[in-house]
């Protein structure tokens, strides 16, 4: 029998245990706080954002899933013990929804959504004109799972796609890719429209800052739907006032939720959602977590399984 504890604070766990149990009937599924004692047996842990030292105060946990695509909120927790497996949400349900955000947001600002809003609120009736989508660059930084399935979705539309990652992709998919420290430059000099789908790691944080912002083409655009940790959000609002950049959409930001007074809040070229780009979904996940479990049990290979030495 496989034994679940869960913990997701301030949102009531009923689906999540009515869809674990539609997936696998015989399972147990113990929510927080009711865990029981640490050294019940075997279990799986599925968390977002569990209490400082919780995990490593249950030893009998064999693998902690994330209950979404980041696993920061688990590394923050230094007492997570080193040798736990700990396993990405990449299920179906987020890699449609981080689809569905990054089409909405690239076509926002390929037609210059954000001069629109702002011209709506001065009723203002005037045309805008945009570029074809073919003339259109993205670049996305961050090319695994959700990276590859943003493409997907923006490819028929013709956009000139680039994507950006770490260890070399197959280039079979119509996306020129750039690989590494050394093709940073190049890809941001021909991303007209950045849409940032990068984890928080000690690699990423700060990674968009004055200077790197300095190199996207003038009256570039950037969405961030990762982490908020990646951009320097005064060197941001700075290029965007001084005009070297047009638009930005964000959906996380380094610190959450953004605090009231904030200027982005009425920032006119910025829209802000948030934390919203794919919000797991009870029924892939289910079965996405039960599955791993299942390899996990038949002692097949993981995927999705953080690497620490590159810190996702
Ligand atoms: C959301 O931010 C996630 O990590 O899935």
Redesign the pocket.
């Known amino acids: 029998m496989t034994r679940i504890l869960f913990y997701l604070d301030g949102y009531p766990h009923d689906a999540w245990r009515q869809a674990l149990l539609t997936a696998d009937p015989s399972l147990e599924f113990r929510s927080y706080p009711d865990w029981g004692d640490p050294c019940d047996g075997p279990a799986y842990a599925v968390v977002w954002e569990a209490k400082k030292g919780l995990l490593a105060a249950y030893p009998n946990i064999k693998a902690v899933f994330?209950l979404?695509?980041?696993i920061d909120h688990i590394l923050n927790d230094t007492s997570v013990p080193h040798d736990l497996p700990i396993i990405r949400?990449s299920d179906d349900g987020?890699k449609e929804g981080m689809a569905e955000y990054v089409l909405m947001t690239v076509l926002m600002h390929h037609r210059q959504m954000p001069v629109i809003l702002d011209q709506m609120k001065k009723a203002e009736w005037k045309r805008v004109y945009s570029k074809p989508a073919s003339a259109m660059r993205v670049g996305i930084m961050g090319y695994g799972a959700l990276g590859q399935h943003a493409a997907a979705a923006l490819k028929p539309l013709g956009y000139d796609i680039g994507a950006w990652s770490n260890s070399p992709k197959a280039d079979e998919d119509a996306v020129t890719h750039f690989t590494g420290a050394e093709a940073f430059e190049r890809f941001l000099a021909r991303s007209d429209i950045l849409v940032g789908m990068l984890p928080d790691t000690e690699a990423t944080k700060g990674l968009l800052n004055a200077d790197t912002l300095t190199l996207l083409p003038k009256g570039a655009s950037v969405i961030n739907a990762g982490r908020g940790s990646l951009i320097d959000i005064d060197a941001l609002m700075e290029a965007l006032d001084r005009g070297h950049l047009s638009a930005a959409t964000l959906d996380v930001v380094p610190d959450e939720p953004l605090v009231k007074d904030h200027p982005l809040w009425s920032h006119k070229k910025v829209i802000i959602t948030p934390?919203i780009a794919?919000i797991?979904r009870t029924d892939t996940a289910a079965n996405y977590i039960l599955e791993n479990i299942k390899h996990i049990e038949d002692g097949q290979q993981v995927t999705n399984v953080l690497n620490r030495k590159i810190g996702y």
């Open positions: 994330s979404g695509a980041g949400m987020l934390h794919a797991t």
